[in-house]
């Protein structure tokens, strides 16, 4: 295996769809949506594809659905398979190996 | 007239410097009560400063009320990666760090400055805050991804399988037509055995790997390079003294004809807060 190396990619995805989000008044928000990142990634999807900005923000939206209502906890790594997690889909590999 | 850098960035120098006390950006908080400076090394150059509030901080920029806001990506993304440096720097000084989401600004209210804003906050959640910088001390976070060559793969089930093989001899020795069907029912028996290996393999590696690491999550899989294709994508929490294990868990998956791992890290605990 290659060092370890951290990409920008890595970076963009954990500083604007992770970290600790404040849930209060004093916090500056547009329409009582904090906004983190929105106008950010609209920027950077530039940088990326399309489909991956459409992907990125349906997810950005569930993880912070699931912050409001508290069940953002990681799963503690019992090597139990948690049942929401669902195996990858392999649409596009289906093209890749035809 | 003397013109500092300073004095052509803000025209309104006198009008934009009261309106700094608006708000605050925050980076991170630490487990640290030093009153102290960082020096510029925040977003745009920013004087970064810790606002403590019993043995918790908060790294801190002063600011206008405003998010950080631009439609152009590389301006964003010297923001991005200036927030993750000041975390970073944090970091490495106290050994825990609750990252903020990028774009977090306190501002004044409740008849209070957001600096006072701030402090109530790290009053209020104070446990909180502590139990889970205590919780990510001595850990850091690591993005793992595993790939694999889908041709490759895909050539070994056809190899190993006696239906393909006798699907293949099908079409090498009938006519045209009839290899056509046959064609067709090879592609598709084969592209059920991918997705069927390709979920055990997804169990199987998160499996092993969940058991080398203190917490996990699994992320949505990506696009990778050309003749690849990702299995899984995850961001795993590792102490200093699991990592070895990770390491050996990962050097065995790479090994694997028609595997390829991506270890990215160490990186402070953004999605474990």
């Not at chain 1, 594809?49 to 953002?72: C, F, P």
């Not at chain 2, 409740?110 to 139990?131: F, H, I, K």
């Not at chain 2, 990592?243 to 595997?259: C, M, Q, T």
Request: proline share 5%; hydrophobic share 45%.
């Amino acid at each position: 295996m290659s060092r370890p190396q951290v990409g920008l990619v890595d970076l963009l995805d954990r500083v604007l769809d992770r970290g600790l989000l404040i849930n209060a008044d004093i916090i500056i928000s547009l329409a009582g949506v904090p906004l983190i990142g929105i106008n950010l990634r609209a920027a950077l999807a530039g940088m990326d594809t399309m489909v991956k900005y459409g992907l990125m923000q349906e997810w950005d939206n569930g993880i912070r659905e699931a912050a409001r209502s508290g069940h953002n906890m990681p799963a503690p790594a019992t090597g139990a398979l948690p049942a929401s997690v669902m195996p990858p889909r392999l649409e596009e590999g289906v093209a890749a190996w035809q | 007239m003397e013109l500092s850098a300073e004095g052509l960035r803000h025209p309104l120098a006198g009008a934009v410097s009261a309106r700094q006390q608006a708000g605050r950006y925050i980076y991170c908080v630490a487990g640290a009560n030093e009153v102290l400076s960082l020096g510029s090394i925040g977003i745009e150059g920013r004087e970064v400063h810790a606002v403590v509030h019993n043995d918790l901080c908060a790294l801190v920029h002063d600011c206008v009320a405003q998010p950080y806001q631009s439609d152009d990506a590389q301006v964003a993304t010297a923001w991005v990666l200036a927030h993750h440096q000041v975390v970073e720097a944090a970091w490495h000084r106290w050994g825990a760090v609750l990252p903020l989401t990028f774009n977090t600004i306190i501002e004044a209210g409740d008849g209070r400055s957001a600096e006072e804003n701030l402090s109530v906050w790290l009053n209020t959640e104070y446990q909180v805050l502590r139990g889970k910088l205590d919780a990510l001390t001595g850990k850091a976070e690591y993005g793992v991804q595993v790939s694999w060559a889908p041709s490759l793969i895909a050539g070994k089930i056809a190899e190993t399988s006696p239906d393909m093989r006798e699907m293949e001899e099908g079409i090498r020795s009938r006519p045209r037509g009839i290899a056509y069907m046959y064609r067709q029912r090879l592609e598709s028996l084969l592209r059920k055995e991918m997705e069927a290996r390709a979920a055990e393999e997804f169990k199987e590696l998160y499996s092993r790997l969940s058991r080398c690491v203190d917490s996990i999550h699994v992320e949505k899989t990506r696009a990778v390079e050309e003749g690849r294709q990702m299995l899984l994508n995850l961001s795993c929490l590792v102490s200093l003294e699991r990592y070895p294990d990770l390491a050996a868990e990962l050097d065995r998956v790479g090994s694997r004809e028609g595997f390829f791992v991506r270890l990215a890290g160490p990186l402070p605990p953004y999605s474990f807060c």
